[in-house]
């Protein structure tokens, strides 16, 4: 492996700290653990963990975690509390997905899955409660996040944990007009 002065970028002493974040930068080799409140939200609580295909995990926990909670909303704030945790999750999630890829040394750890969480909640927002939307809103989220058609796949580039987290949350955006075109046109009932 070799060590960041030969690749060419700068190698930083422990005093010396990104200012963006406020703690040291990642540097090539670094085996830093990431805070227990950024793997915990990261990995959505464990789920991250589960074998295999996490995202896939993350994003069928989501469905089932939000049908139980819009059960027990009353229907008219069923959307703004969609709307709220999808805008919240994304907002806890960008810095807890930036320090555990920090921690880990690379750009986007698979066990990373807050990223899922948040795009499957996009997708869900406005949905009516049935299980044939959910299932639609779980497969159409699951589709668009493996595909990234423009410019899902160009938000990857983006540094860190925004790339980590925005890429899924347009992923999510892609499933939900498909999802609401559906319903619509009295595809799903």
Known sequence: MKNA???GERVSG???LDRS???LPA?????RRAPLWATL????FGVGRMRPGPGTWASATTVVLWGGLAYGLEPPLRTPFAIGLAALVTLVGIPAAT???RGFGTKDPQLVVIDEVAGQLVALIAVPLAWKSFLAGFILFRVF?????PPVRQLEAIPEGAGIVLDDVAAGLYALVVMH???HFGVLT
């Open 5 to 7: 002065s030969e690749i």
């Open 14 to 16: 422990p005093a010396e």
């Open 21 to 23: 974040a406020g703690f």
């Open 27 to 31: 540097v090539a080799g670094a085996s």
């Open 41 to 44: 939200v990261g990995t959505f």
């Open 99 to 101: 320090l555990v890829a």
């Open 145 to 149: 996040d493996i595909l990234k058609p």
């Open 181 to 183: 075109l559906l319903l």
